[in-house]
């Protein structure tokens, strides 16, 4: 059903901003959701941003005010803006899709076709 590949982690100080892509490479199956969560060592996963088919989303409280997830059809990407950025941030970031899901941000790491991640690291 082809590949998601994320892009745009790196280093960065407490602050800063970050922007993630996933492209959404040859991905044939239908998608009803996308969304990204991430996950820290020895934590669980934790979803963080999700965008349905109509453009609503929805976000962890964590990162409320401070992300935007967005669809760019003409790319094919979804991009996760990352502004204020805190050590608590730090993780490994994956995009994830699902033909069916149930709303919500806290649902992403349940989707079931998901890339290989990209890490994000904040220094205070």
């Known amino acids: 059903q082809g590949r998601l590949v994320e892009s745009g982690g790196g280093s960065v100080q407490t602050g800063e901003s970050l922007r993630l892509s996933c492209a959404l490479s040859?991905?044939?199956?239908?998608?009803?959701?996308m969304g990204w969560f991430r996950q820290a060592p020895g934590k669980e996963r934790e979803g963080v941003a999700e965008i349905d088919r109509s453009g609503d989303t929805s976000y962890a409280d964590s990162v409320k005010d401070r992300f935007t997830i967005s669809k760019d059809n003409i790319k094919n990407t979804l991009d996760l803006q990352m502004n204020s950025l805190k050590p608590e941030d730090t993780a490994m970031y994956y995009c994830a899709v699902d033909s069916a899901c149930v709303s919500g941000a806290e649902y992403v790491p349940t989707y079931g076709y998901r890339g290989q991640g990209t890490q994000v690291t904040v220094s205070s």
């Open positions: 040859g991905y044939t199956g239908y998608v009803s959701c």
